[in-house]
């Protein structure tokens, strides 16, 4: 983990070298996660996975791989991991009920 980020700016700032980005939809500044979703996307080739309790405010397209639902357990931050770092797609035994693949 490199940093923890409160909101959009901040997640901005940490992106530098970053992999992939477990992003709530609602951060301090609002509910700009999906925004900042699509900005890691394109800006710095992440791959996103959503952590939130309101998956219905996910935009489409996000650029996110998935989301995974709070409360939520460690084998889904695991999987969703798992899943962001990839090269190809997970093959289904490896996938948790708790993560969901978009598109």
């Known amino acids: 983990m490199k940093a923890i980020a409160a909101d959009k700016l901040g997640a901005l700032d940490a992106a530098q070298d970053c992999s992939f980005a477990l992003v709530d939809i609602n951060l301090r500044d609002g509910a700009t996660g999906p925004e900042l979703a699509r900005q890691l996307t394109d800006q710095f080739g992440l791959k996103v996975v959503f952590v ?30 798992a899943a962001a770092t990839a090269d190809d797609d997970m093959p289904l ?11």
Not at 59 to 73: C, E, Q, T
Not at 93 to 103: A, E, T, Y
């Open 52 to 81: 939130t309790a309101n998956p219905g405010q996910i935009a489409h397209p996000s650029g996110a791989v998935g989301y995974v639902r709070k409360p939520f357990s460690e084998s889904a931050i695991l999987t969703a991991a």
């Open 93 to 103: 035994m490896m996938m948790n009920s708790d993560f969901v693949r978009l598109g």
